[in-house]
């Protein structure tokens, strides 16, 4: 069974400081989908960044960027230039490839920006 | 376009009553999926659809839970009778590729007293 971690329940970093989150994985799959979700206080959960297991670049999105690595099944999320409304619950989440359409998900990383 | 909607937004009920949640989706995503966080745990699966067909129901907890998605647009979830531990949020997804992500609502905050 494939399982996520995320080790950090909480974490907060100054406004314009940069800020990794943690997940990890495990699979026994070569094939599958990294995501990160990002979900703000009361609101819904939104996208953040996709990563395909098969590409070895890591995924970038404005100031969001990913450090995948495949072997030590290892997927972090950087938020470079922190704002506040970068506060929010993150989740780190896996989906086998031509498999089924099941996301799973970690437990999630309460992030707060301070100003 | 209209993103996916979920009603209501919170509902508190006794146990033993029911309730039911709905899901609209975003139109044209033939896919729709049920998933459920209790307090600080994972979000986990409950259901999938595609259309009108349960895919893959291996997340529902027990018989309480029915989901229907009639005619392949909104979904209902009910729950009867609710149990204390049935409380969580309760969110809808929709995709209509399911690699690129899924598209959440912003989900039912639901409380079994």
């Known amino acids: 069974a494939q399982t996520v971690t995320q080790s950090q329940p909480e974490m907060s970093v100054q406004e314009a400081e940069t800020v990794t989150l943690s997940c990890t994985y495990d699979?026994?799959?070569?094939?599958?989908?990294l995501f990160w979700y990002k979900q703000p206080p009361s609101r819904q959960m939104i996208l953040v960044i996709r990563?395909?297991?098969?590409?070895?670049q890591n995924a970038t999105e404005n100031r969001f960027s990913v450090n995948f690595q495949k072997a030590a099944k290892s997927f972090s999320l950087k938020i470079s230039d922190s704002q506040l409304g970068d506060t929010a619950m993150y989740f780190c989440a896996f989906m086998r490839q031509n498999r089924d359409d099941k996301i799973i998900f970690g437990k999630g990383t309460r992030l707060h920006i301070l100003p | 376009e209209a993103g996916v909607t979920q009603f209501p937004s919170h509902s508190v009920i006794e146990k033993g009553q029911t309730v039911t949640l709905r899901c609209d989706p975003i139109s044209g995503h033939d896919n729709l999926y049920w998933y459920r966080r209790v307090m600080g745990k994972e979000i986990k699966f409950l259901l999938h659809f595609v259309k009108e067909s349960k895919q893959d129901e291996s997340g529902m907890p027990n018989n309480r839970f029915l989901a229907e998605r009639t005619g392949g647009t909104y979904s209902t979830l009910k729950v009867q009778p609710a149990e204390l531990e049935d409380s969580g949020v309760y969110f809808c997804?929709?995709?209509?590729?399911?690699?690129?992500?899924?598209?959440f609502g912003s989900g039912t905050r639901l409380t079994v007293v």
């Open positions: 990563q395909e297991a098969y590409k070895q």
């Open positions: 997804a929709s995709s209509q590729l399911a690699l690129y992500g899924y598209t």
């Open positions: 699979t026994s799959e070569s094939n599958y989908y």
